[in-house]
């Protein structure tokens, strides 16, 4: 599958982050790419190949219900032709904000996220305590004709102290900088399905 992003949605990207620390793209990937994705995703949930998200890293993972509510399986290249599509649209989107930001950034790592009815993610940053690899993170929603009242927001506490939702349409691309930007998944009332991941660059701690 042959996918590219256009130099000026690039720009957005990088001028967003440079001044905000994140950006939201309302049409970042093709509608056909998403459904993809998304058809994808249910396949998986109905297979079972999904499992309870954990917080924490390495040995110290723990399934907390309390502090989170979904469930993941982590993108391999070569699993699908959508899915090496969208590992394409990525790298091409790290190699532009090394390009224009110089962040370092050496790979990137994703996984589906299907969050059930009720089911949500209590305020958080992506970056861990002991490990500073993820530098930006990015999320790409594959959820067609999301309604605000649907609930299921990407909530975001931004630096100026701004409080900013997200709603979790399908094509729609938001990033931001892991260590600089909390935020949390509020319950919805239907199923809630995204594509998680984060740039990451070599790191200043042992791996």
Same mark, same amino acid.
Request: aromatic share 8%.
């Given at each position: 599958m042959t996918t590219d992003i256009s130099d000026s949605l690039l720009?957005?990207?990088?001028?967003d982050l440079a001044e905000f620390g994140w950006s939201l793209q309302t049409q970042f990937a093709p509608q056909s790419l998403t459904r993809q994705l998304a058809e994808e995703c249910r396949q998986r949930i109905s297979q079972g190949t999904l499992a309870p998200a954990g917080t924490g890293r390495g040995n110290a993972v723990a399934v907390r219900e309390g502090t989170r509510g979904d469930h993941i399986q982590w993108l391999e290249a070569g699993q699908s032709p959508a899915c090496d599509g969208y590992l394409q649209l990525l790298d091409e989107l790290r190699v532009a904000l090394n390009q224009s930001l110089y962040l370092g950034l050496v790979d990137y790592e994703s996984h589906f996220a299907f969050y059930p009815p009720g089911a949500f993610y209590l305020k958080h940053l992506d970056r861990f305590l002991d490990e500073d690899r %993820?530098?930006?993170? =990015?999320?790409?929603?594959?959820?067609?004709? &999301?309604?605000?009242?649907?609930?299921?927001?990407? %909530?975001?506490?931004? =630096?100026?102290?701004?409080?900013?939702?997200? &709603?979790?349409?399908?094509?729609?691309?938001?990033?931001f900088l892991s260590a600089d930007v909390p935020h949390e998944v509020l319950p919805a009332s239907r199923d809630r399905l995204s594509l998680t991941g984060w740039f990451r660059r070599r790191g200043d701690s042992p791996l």
């Open positions: 720009s957005r990207i990088i001028d %993820r530098a930006v993170s =990015a999320v790409l929603y594959l959820n067609e004709d &999301w309604l605000p009242e649907e609930g299921g927001a990407l %909530r975001l506490y931004l =630096a100026d102290g701004e409080v900013r939702d997200v &709603w979790p349409q399908a094509g729609t691309l938001v990033v």
